[in-house]
Every structure is written in structure tokens, then in C-alpha cells.
């Protein structure tokens, strides 16, 4: 793997993906590019073994799968799923309906709410933009239309209070995001109702067309690869479009080369390599686009009526299934190493790490870290183990959310990051190119599974 090739890859991923709108766009490019095939949610679907396709949910979620050899109603047996998870949303700041606010003096500022948990210090002082998705009147029959915008400049800062006025700062302050979060948008060149100007003129509409819109504020400083070494890659976003966009590019690698071989095996393994991309993990999933929502269970359901599977066929291959959800991990702070547990901790560059909760935040059991350990030694990549510290509660993910609606055999793992949920976070450069090696033998492994899921033999993970 060319680390720096595939870094440099991801980065321009990451500039694509200024909003969870605009990353599943980015991921649709690449998927069509591969030849799959668009399945709206809304229209009947007609596959078939060996097909490849995919549907979207809201704009902000995708599920893409591959159809192998022998998953069809004559396949037999081995029937089942092997997923990769990862999220399209990351902590910013929502701009409200109702999106400015007036003075003091000839001010202008936008009036924004948070959205998930993010650094709140670490979007002051730089140059911002708003990305999203924007709903417009079409026509004169009414009809509505949606539309993404991604406003291509500095337009927005959130200055910081100058020293003199706050000589705590150094000693520790609480944000009110109502006061101290709100970006200056003019400082009277500007008048109320010029944002939604701004969104007209952009989209080549009137600000009367605009009907509804979801925009969010966008970090403008450019992903990098940095380091005398060129060890280190920084980017808004890294949580979680690394993973999103490895495990992606995991799922396109596993299928190209059986595509490509005349000697494949006709009967094939039987199973289904499926790819899901959900939004809104960073405010909890509960969402119809989210992870706990229907959508996951449903398009797994659909396949399975599609390739004229039954119920019992289906609860089957959900028995024998295997997911890795893919969101990212923290590595040892460099001046805090005391904030990570002193033997289950992650470094960068140093490959993927495996996640594990006591109280069941992640999804990783013995079973499951087994599996996904013995893929990576077969991949030949490093693996790393992290667990918060006994005392500090930590985060959690999307995989055993998805997991309540269906219950599947899964890990949880991530590549180890700096400042996660900063609006500018830190990776290592080698990592990215780990998790793609580790995820695309995963996708390409022949996984049997048996009822205790207990025992896997060794040369079906091939």
C-alpha cells in the first residue's frame, strides 16, 4: 500500500465532503463510477447474483451491496451478510431557520445550535463557510426540489474576546454557544435577509423558492499531510470520513479482482458484501437516516426477497453475519498520556484498532475480536487494542445502535486520531492504508459461522 497515494486520496475526499449531504454524494461518484446500479427506496427493486447496487436514504445515509456467486435461491446454504458501518455526519453547528441576528451596532451574525459534541474553542479564529442541502420551489406546478450548496469562500469567524476583556481565558472558560458561537457575517455591508440571498443566488433561485434548509457551519483550513517525516495527516472531518472513505474503498477493492478472473469460482460463497455509510451518529443515531433506524434491516430484508430467499433463509443468513463498524479511535495524547488506560491504548501509525467496552458501547466480544484478529494477521496489519480508563465513561458508536434493530455478529474498531471532534483533528498517514488492506480481506474472507458462533475454521478466512 502507498501510504502517501492513498492519504492524499482520502484528503481530497475529505474537501469533497464539506456536509453529510455532500459525502454521499462523493461516495455515489465512486460507486457509479464502479458500474452499480442507483435502487431508490421508492422503486421496485430487481436484482440478481452477481449485481451491484445501492440506495440512499434522506440524501445523508447509503447502503451499496455486492451480490456474490451462489447467494441466489439456489446457492444453498451459505447464505449471509458481511457489513462495514461508518458514519457521513461530524460535530459542527447547525445554522437555525431564522438565520441572523441583527447588532450590536451594524453587526451581522448567524444564529447557529450545536450538533454533537464538538471542541467549541477549536472553531474560533479561522475562516468559515456553511455547506448543505437546501429544499426549493420548482416551476409553477409547485413541485419541490432538493439541492446541495457549498459556499466556496470565507464568509464567516467566530473572533475570540481579546485577553484584556477576559483575563481568565488561560485559566479555563465555559462557551455559551448563544453568546460567544455566533459567526460574524458583515460588519454593515450586509443587511437581515442577505444569507438567504446569498443561498438564492448560489442555487440560481429566488430567496422567496427556498422552502426549507438544513446548512451547517464548514472549517475552510485545508487538509494537509504534514511532518518532517510526512507522518501525520490533518483535516476537519477525520471522524469519521477516514473510515468511511476506507471502508469504501475496501468494498470497491474486494470485488474487482473476482470480476476480473476468468478462473472464479462458479458456485462462489454465497454471501452478500454490503457497504453503509448512516448520518447523524454525532447526535445519537435516533434518526430514519441514522443507524438504529429501519434502514439497514429493510434493504438487508429487500435483498433477501429479491433474491427469492425466505423468512427462515433470511433469519439465517442474519444469524451468520458478521459486521465491523468503523468509527474512529482515540490515540495516546502526546502531553496526556495519562488520560489513556496504561496498556489498552492506541498509537498513530501503528494500524487498526480493535475497541471494547465493559459496558457494551462497542459491540467487540471475544468472538468477534477473534474473527477480525485473525483477518488482520492474514492481511499482515498491525493491530491495536483500546479501552477507556476504569473510570472514564468514554464515548460510544454506531454499531451496537444499528445492532437493535439487527442483531448481527460484530466488532467494533477505528484508526487511532488525534483531538477527535476537534474542528481540525490529527491522524497518521500509514493508518488509512491499514484499514483498507485489513477491511478489503475481510470483505474478500469466506466467514462461516456456526450456531454458538464459537468456531470459525481457518481456511474458510482465505
Avoid at 434518526?287 to 438504529?292: C, H, P, S, V, Y
Avoid at 499482515?380 to 487494542?385: A, E, K, L, N
Avoid at 455478529?409 to 488525534?418: E, F, M, S
Wanted: hydrophobic fraction near 35%; charge should be negative.
Amino acid at each position: 500500500m502507498d501510504h502517501i497515494n492513498i492519504s492524499e486520496e482520502l484528503l481530497r475526499f475529505i474537501e469533497k465532503s464539506p456536509s453529510m449531504f455532500h459525502t454521499i454524494r462523493t461516495i455515489r461518484e465512486y460507486l457509479d463510477a464502479a458500474g452499480f446500479a442507483y435502487l431508490p427506496e421508492t422503486d421496485s427493486w430487481d436484482i440478481a447474483e452477481g449485481g451491484k447496487y445501492y440506495t440512499v436514504r434522506n440524501g445523508s445515509s447509503i447502503v451499496a451491496f455486492r451480490i456474490g456467486k451462489g447467494a441466489g435461491i439456489a446457492g444453498g446454504k451459505g447464505y449471509r451478510f458481511k457489513l462495514c458501518a461508518s458514519h457521513s455526519d461530524s460535530p459542527t453547528y447547525k445554522v437555525k431557520n431564522v438565520p441572523e441576528l441583527e447588532g450590536p451596532g451594524e453587526y451581522l451574525r448567524l444564529n447557529v445550535e450545536g450538533y454533537g459534541g464538538m471542541i467549541d474553542s477549536s472553531w474560533l479564529d479561522r475562516p468559515l463557510t456553511v455547506a448543505g442541502k437546501v429544499l426549493v420551489r420548482k416551476g409553477v406546478n409547485g413541485s419541490i426540489v432538493s439541492k446541495l450548496v457549498y459556499i466556496d469562500e470565507d464568509i464567516l469567524l467566530i473572533p475570540n474576546v481579546a485577553i484584556h476583556f477576559n483575563r481568565d481565558i488561560n485559566k479555563g472558560y465555559k462557551y455559551d454557544r448563544q453568546v460567544d458561537l455566533c459567526p460574524l457575517f458583515s460588519a454593515g455591508a450586509l443587511k437581515k435577509g442577505d444569507f438567504d440571498k446569498m443561498i438564492a443566488d448560489e442555487l440560481g433561485v429566488g430567496s422567496d423558492d427556498i422552502l426549507g434548509k438544513d446548512l451547517y457551519l464548514v472549517n475552510r483550513q485545508k487538509p494537509c499531510i504534514w511532518g518532517r517525516k510526512s507522518e501525520f495527516i490533518s483535516a476537519p472531518r477525520l471522524d469519521d470520513l477516514q473510515c468511511a472513505f476506507a471502508s469504501m474503498k475496501a468494498f470497491l477493492d474486494a470485488g474487482s479482482d473476482a470480476e476480473n478472473d476468468a478462473e472464479a469460482d462458479a458456485e462462489g460463497d454465497g454471501s452478500v458484501n454490503v457497504y453503509c455509510c448512516f448520518d447523524n451518529e454525532e447526535v445519537g443515531s435516533n434518526t430514519k437516516q441514522g443507524a438504529m433506524s429501519t434502514f439497514l434491516p429493510t434493504v438487508l430484508e429487500r435483498i433477501s426477497a429479491g433474491l427469492g430467499r425466505t423468512g427462515e433463509d433470511h433469519a439465517r443468513a442474519i444469524a451468520g453475519s458478521f459486521m465491523v463498524s468503523c468509527d474512529n479511535a482515540h490515540a495516546m495524547h502526546p502531553n496526556h498520556p495519562e488520560k489513556t488506560d496504561a496498556e489498552n491504548r492506541a498509537f498513530i501509525n501503528k494500524g487498526v484498532v480493535i475497541k471494547e467496552s465493559a459496558a457494551q458501547k462497542y459491540t467487540t466480544d471475544a468472538f468477534s475480536r477473534a474473527l477480525f484478529r485473525s483477518i488482520c494477521e492474514k492481511a499482515g496489519v498491525p493491530v491495536q487494542d483500546f479501552a477507556n480508563r476504569s473510570g472514564s465513561p468514554g464515548g460510544s458508536t454506531l454499531g451496537n445502535l444499528s445492532n437493535i434493530q439487527v442483531s448481527l455478529h460484530a466488532v467494533d474498531i477505528g484508526l487511532p486520531q488525534l483531538a477527535m471532534h476537534s474542528s481540525y483533528e490529527t491522524a497518521g498517514v500509514k493508518d488509512t492504508g491499514y484499514a483498507v488492506d485489513a477491511l478489503t480481506k475481510f470483505y474478500e474472507a469466506d466467514i462461516r459461522i456456526d450456531d454458538e458462533g464459537a468456531n470459525i475454521r481457518d481456511d474458510d478466512i482465505s
